[in-house]
């Protein structure tokens, strides 16, 4: 029994160790989801590139289309001029050829802007394509190291947690339940050392009894304040 505060430290230790394992394994699908969310920009940046590269080349098929008609209009005009008699009505069909030539006109200025706007979206989707794919690579390689971090992780908690089973097997049943108790409650440690009169984990001043008490290695004396199992370095 001399000796059982020092097993429970070893015990500590691999309980320590086991919970950081355990935390980083549960961690692990949230750290790769936020590894991958960095693609979402990325691909919402080159979905926009194409959004535009398609609509400026819908433009541009909707201004031909409106260009046709208007030269099949002049045609019409032209036809109608051969047949008209009166000079009048010649002149009022010329003025018509006059402003639909006026209207293809600034129609083919659109065209022509719509032509720039392809190339720039263009260019623009190139870019974001790139850069897509850059990142994907990064991601990618992240993602890889953390699936092997993962399985390193698994190894070593596999063997935190044999050797904790044959660290636990030496140890009277009864101070395990009691250690087992209060290390459940903390999130750090369930045994704390004396240091300087002081409860070594919630630092709150210990009773010179308590004291007196944490030196037996045989009583299990706890810290009054923070419940943590009390020791005393010889
Ligand atoms: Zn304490």
Redesign the pocket.
């Given at each position: 029994m001399a000796n059982v505060i020092e097993q429970l430290l070893v015990l500590q230790t691999c309980d320590q160790e086991i919970r950081r394992l355990r935390k980083e394994m549960e961690d692990i699908p949230l750290r790769r989801q936020q590894i991958e969310a960095r693609l979402n920009a990325h691909q919402e940046g080159l979905a926009q590139a194409e959004r535009e590269l398609l609509e400026a080349r819908s433009r541009i098929k909707h201004l031909e289309g409106e260009i046709d008609s208007a030269r099949e209009q002049i045609k019409k005009y032209r036809d109608q001029q051969l047949q008209i008699k009166s000079n009048d009505g010649y002149k009022a069909l010329e003025k018509e050829v006059a402003v639909t030539q006026a209207a293809i006109r600034k129609l083919e200025d659109q065209e022509l802007a719509a032509m720039e706007v392809v190339e720039a979206a263009t260019a623009m989707a190139g870019q974001r394509r790139e850069s897509l794919a850059g990142e994907q690579k990064q991601v990618d390689e992240e993602v890889k190291a953390l699936l092997a971090r993962g399985e390193d992780v698994g190894g070593e908690l596999a063997r935190q947690e044999d050797e904790r089973k044959a660290v636990a097997a030496g140890i009277d049943p009864v101070w395990l339940r009691r250690y087992e108790r209060i290390f459940a409650k903390q999130r750090d440690a369930a045994i704390?050392r004396v240091e300087h009169g002081?409860?070594?984990?919630?630092?709150?001043k210990?009773s010179p009894a308590q004291i007196v008490d944490a030196r037996k290695t045989d009583t299990l004396t706890l810290?009054?304040?923070?419940?943590?199992m009390?020791y005393l370095a010889s």
């Amino acid at each position: 029994m001399a000796n059982v505060i020092e097993q429970l430290l070893v015990l500590q230790t691999c309980d320590q160790e086991i919970r950081r394992l355990r935390k980083e394994m549960e961690d692990i699908p949230l750290r790769r989801q936020q590894i991958e969310a960095r693609l979402n920009a990325h691909q919402e940046g080159l979905a926009q590139a194409e959004r535009e590269l398609l609509e400026a080349r819908s433009r541009i098929k909707h201004l031909e289309g409106e260009i046709d008609s208007a030269r099949e209009q002049i045609k019409k005009y032209r036809d109608q001029q051969l047949q008209i008699k009166s000079n009048d009505g010649y002149k009022a069909l010329e003025k018509e050829v006059a402003v639909t030539q006026a209207a293809i006109r600034k129609l083919e200025d659109q065209e022509l802007a719509a032509m720039e706007v392809v190339e720039a979206a263009t260019a623009m989707a190139g870019q974001r394509r790139e850069s897509l794919a850059g990142e994907q690579k990064q991601v990618d390689e992240e993602v890889k190291a953390l699936l092997a971090r993962g399985e390193d992780v698994g190894g070593e908690l596999a063997r935190q947690e044999d050797e904790r089973k044959a660290v636990a097997a030496g140890i009277d049943p009864v101070w395990l339940r009691r250690y087992e108790r209060i290390f459940a409650k903390q999130r750090d440690a369930a045994i704390a050392r004396v240091e300087h009169g002081t409860c070594g984990s919630c630092h709150m001043k210990l009773s010179p009894a308590q004291i007196v008490d944490a030196r037996k290695t045989d009583t299990l004396t706890l810290c009054d304040f923070c419940g943590r199992m009390l020791y005393l370095a010889s």
